[in-house]
């Protein structure tokens, strides 16, 4: 896939007996890469066959995060790369996505959007979507998850 | 995602099929300038085959909206599937169009 690194993945079963995936890759700051990782992802959803609202919400906030991460946190410059970070089973999703960006304004108010904007509502649903969100390092790695709190938060991925 | 005009009487319909994202940003504004330059401004997007919207795809619509009411008209949303219409209501969408279900 143009773009994209080849992933690192783990598919193990944990204590509890609980399958899960945890995929690792990086991604030039390009469409075409964002495009291609989604679809991986998605892929990886579908095979441990979650539920579909899950799915669903997932793939739209990684996309959305994917985004923001190109066009603002890398300004489009495709010598950058995004580092994406995945662990997904029956019982929780969570996904890391980190840019080389500046970072996140932390200080924004994401629980409302400006209706008629036709811009600036990536993260709005991100927050309304994903059951947690938090943003990591100098506020250019964005932590989301769906389900149980994990133990993932705070890891930086390598491609 | 695929891009079908449909005109029947007054009604102009734009039918998408598939992902309505920002990979399709330059086709639909393509589709809707090109309609409101032969002079359709009330136009209905058909997502009753959309399997996926982004935040891309409400911008897409939003300017499109605001083109077509510029031009006397407006932009009528039809047939969202579950999951798009829980999108379109987060973003308030069906305030801000009129949405046949």
Redo the contacts between chains.
Sequence with gaps: MSGVSVPTVFGVKDLLGQSFVEIRFAISSK?TA??SAVAMVRRAMEMLALDN?WV?RA??CL??AL?NAHFHGNESDPRRTIRVGCVISAEKIELHVEDEGTGYPLNRDYSS?D?????G??L??IH??MDSVAIDGAGNHIVMSLGKESNYGNQHYAG | MEINIMQADNNTTIALKGRF???THQEFRRTVDGLLRSGKATLTVDLSQVD?I???A???L??ARESCEKAGGGVILNQPKD?VDK?LK????D??FQVQR
């Design positions: 469409e964002v495009a609202d669903a793939e739209l996309q959305e985004l959007v209706t008629t904007n036709p811009r509502r990536g709005f649903l309304q979507l | 994202d920002f990979q996926f982004d935040s891309s409400l911008g897409l939003l300017l999951y999108v987060l973003c308030h969408f305030q801000l």
